[in-house]
């Protein structure tokens, strides 16, 4: 519909929480119980990432190995019980998995002929319950995709969240040393010979991100582990450009990203970089530099892109950065900086730091691990640690050994030194010590110390905050008092507020139209002026919120624009022009599918 030819007055009295827009959010009531399958997903803005609500969420977790192997399980259920297994990462804090696979495994999945689990014995003798959960009604053992269902079940039972990687395009224990998406081949389960294509890549993974689309336990897909050179055997490079070169791994992940988000829109797709750009050399996978000349820019735009690099130390691989007395500023103007960090620090995207880990040896390989640590927990970077089973040759794991007894269950011998050392970098409350989930509706384990989303939300981040940046505070900060803004500070028995007064007024009749008025298709909802109404406009809008002179609705110096936003955030339409939590509430249950777009306007 047309929209009246008027002047815009907007002047906003909000009651927002002190600690941040989400803090505030919470408290609004929706007209729907929320989905439990579908409360969970996550997207971007800036280099930072939000659930549903506007809330700012932090990944912290660990890489569990298997499903890429020619086992096509995940590695240790030889000897621990899978619900004790997913029950003791969750109590120590992880709140997702990286969980690598190959193309091959997804592909018999997609046939609908599922390799069998190898090395895994389950068994339902009562005087040696084992893995139980892993054998079928009929007394069969469950094949891969069939484990793969319940290792997610068990994951939302512990509140945890996973993404897989697709770590090498056929099963192979080795496959990570091939650096290309395509050009292997195998024998599928139904007897054909496959060679891996990009199409037969890209069509795998759409495949099971179809098939999970209504499973937020699943929030991810890691389109290929470390793309790089020829070393494994590739024919050629992977590279990172604007050409249609069946090698420019930069276009393969763009294309592939496209037809995920067509299947599943809320899903993250995180992309790691390539070895080699313009002559600048990196880890596997850690070369990020072609962002900043081209990033992957999906059609619905980058509101679920992540980049996702690989970092390690020297008993990996020695590098010329670790040849000195390094420090946290030497490894940034070395390598870290141009190479990747500057991605986040430019608020271009988030990171997750998908692969770090290694060795404790008392000198510099522990001395990089601490340093990247505490990088990440001030500079709040996502990472998945490198790894959790042991059986990593280079690396080992933060398991030591894991022994089951059928009375007792299984006991997982966690390496003390190396968890102590990795702890710090999971999300905590920053007094209590409580570790965060991702799950709205289900805490970080059963022992006590993990807590959902929600509540800490609702409950902590007035109080104590978390280590989510280095002050301990959540981001964005809490409005400040200037010259534009004032804020009234008020205590009250439930919580402390801050009233704050923004005025955005456009009074004067005699200027021309052009800077005072707005006339055309007026969109409800669309905060940001891309012409969708999605989760990135209630960011958009409750950041705003928050403080009218740090967070603008549209980056556009043009009037009419500004105008034109502010008029579709008042989704309420009273006629008052108020922007207020009532519009952002609006926008979530049309997002959440409680209302639909005509109850905006209303």
């Not at 007055?9 to 929320?34: C, Q, R």
């Not at 900043?292 to 992540?306: E, F, H, K, L, W």
């Not at 059963?446 to 002050?471: C, F, K, M, P, R």
Request: aromatic share 10%; with cysteine; hydrophobic share 35%.
């Amino acid at each position: 519909m047309k929209f009246k030819k008027k002047l815009i007055s907007v002047a906003a009295l909000m009651a927002v929480a002190v600690t941040s827009i989400a803090s505030a959010f919470t408290g609004t009531t929706f007209s729907a119980e929320a989905d439990d399958c579908n409360d969970d997903w996550l997207h971007a803005s800036g280099s930072r990432l939000y659930d549903k609500d506007g809330n700012e969420v932090w990944l912290t977790g660990a890489n569990w190995f298997g499903y890429n192997c020619t086992e096509c399980a995940l590695h240790y259920l030889w000897s621990g019980d899978i619900d004790d297994l997913v029950c003791s990462i969750a109590d120590h804090g992880i709140n997702v998995l990286r969980i690598p696979v190959s193309t091959e495994l997804l592909y018999n999945w997609m046939i609908g002929d599922p390799d069998p689990m190898q090395s895994v014995n389950p068994n339902d003798d009562p005087y040696y319950p084992f893995n139980v959960d892993l054998i079928n009604e009929d007394g069969s053992v469950m094949n891969s995709h069939e484990s793969f269902d319940v290792l997610l079940a068990k994951c939302k039972k512990y509140g945890i969240k996973v993404f897989i990687d697709i770590h090498s395009p056929e099963s192979n224990n080795s496959g990570h040393n091939y650096g290309l998406w395509y050009g292997k081949s195998f024998t599928g389960r139904d007897g054909k010979e496959v060679t891996v294509t990009t199409e037969v890549w890209q069509e795998t993974l759409v495949w099971i991100a179809d098939y999970y689309k209504n499973d937020d336990t699943l929030i991810g897909y890691d389109l290929k582990n470390e793309p790089h050179s020829t070393y494994g055997g590739a024919p050629v490079d992977a590279i990172w450009d604007t050409s249609d070169a069946e090698n420019n791994w930069r276009k393969a992940a763009e294309d592939c990203a496209n037809a995920i988000l067509a299947k599943n829109p809320n899903a993250l797709i995180f992309i790691e970089g390539v070895e080699g750009y313009n002559g600048y050399g990196a880890w596997w996978g850690g070369n990020l530099r072609g962002v900043a000349d081209c990033p992957v820019v999906p059609d619905s735009g980058t509101s679920q892109i992540v980049y996702s690099p690989h970092d390690y130390g020297p008993i990996v691989s020695d590098q010329t950065w670790f040849n000195k007395d390094f420090t946290e500023q030497t490894l940034l103007d070395d390598y870290w900086y141009d190479t990747w960090a500057y991605i986040n620090d430019q608020d271009i995207a988030p990171l997750l730091i998908g692969e770090w880990g290694g060795r404790l040896d008392g000198g510099d390989n522990e001395k990089w691990m601490k340093l990247l640590r505490d990088y990440m927990i001030k500079n709040h970077i996502n990472h998945t640690f490198w790894c959790l089973n042991d059986d990593s040759g280079d690396t080992g794991g933060l398991w030591k050994d894991i022994q089951y007894n059928p009375t007792t269950g299984t006991t997982v011998n966690w390496d003390a030194e190396k968890y102590d050392l990795f702890e710090p970098s999971l999300w905590q409350t920053s007094e209590t010590g409580k570790y965060i989930g991702l799950d709205h509706q289900t805490p970080l384990g059963v022992n006590g110390t993990g807590i959902t989303v929600a509540d800490y939300y609702e409950n902590y981040a007035s109080s104590e905050g978390s280590n989510l940046d280095s002050d301990g505070s959540v981001d964005p900060k809490p409005v400040e008092t200037t010259a534009a803004t004032t804020a009234d500070t008020t205590t009250t028995s439930a919580t402390t507020v801050t009233s704050v007064t923004t005025d955005v007024s456009v009074t004067d009749a005699t200027e021309e139209s052009a800077d005072t008025s707005v006339e055309g298709e007026l969109k409800y909802g669309d905060v940001n002026l891309d012409d969708a109404i999605s989760s990135t406009d209630v960011v958009v809008l409750n950041k705003y919120l928050l403080s009218a002179s740090e967070y603008e609705l549209v980056h556009d110096d043009n009037d009419r624009a500004y105008l034109q936003a502010n008029c579709n955030c008042d989704v309420d339409d009273k006629g008052e022009a108020i922007i207020d939590l009532t519009d952002s509430s609006m926008i979530v249950n049309v997002i959440l599918g409680v209302s639909d777009e005509s109850s905006l306007g209303k």
